[in-house]
């Protein structure tokens, strides 16, 4: 499993989101792993890169931790992913339920990311 936190008062553009897929493609050797990505504290994400978001396939399933309606609400402009998607405000349940299905998921990713 791997978990990305993003830091509080974040607003995320293509550069921020390429980066962490760099990484995530890195660390997880062309498996899909679940992913828990803490939100609590954003401010937003550009339309740009919620694109790249929304049309790549880079985890299993990705559980989106926050502590509010703000976070709740960027969860939900994210809940139209290729990946599986869930919000929750306990960072135990979203480790939880990313873990679930963790075994039947290490299977080799889907090379779907677009290029900038």
């Given amino acids: 499993m791997l978990v990305l936190w993003w830091a509080p008062g974040s607003l995320l553009d293509l550069a921020d989101v390429m980066a962490a897929y760099a990484v995530i493609r890195d660390v997880s050797e062309g498996y899909l792993l679940p992913l828990v990505t803490h939100l609590q504290g954003m401010v937003g994400i550009a339309a ?3 694109s790249v978001i929304l049309d790549s396939f880079l985890s299993s399933r990705v559980a989106f931790v926050g502590k ?3 976070d709740q609400v960027i969860a939900a402009f994210l809940d139209q992913a290729l990946s ?3 919000y929750f405000e306990s960072p135990v349940a979203a480790e939880a ?3 679930d299905k ?3 998921d290490h299977r080799p990713a889907v090379p779907r ?3 900038y």
Avoid: N, S
Wanted: hydrophobic share 40%.
């Fill in 102 to 104: 963790a075994v039947d």
């Fill in 48 to 50: 740009d890169a919620r």
């Fill in 113 to 115: 990311l677009p290029t």
């Fill in 97 to 99: 339920w990313a873990r």
């Fill in 68 to 70: 509010g309606p703000v």
């Fill in 84 to 86: 599986e998607t869930r």
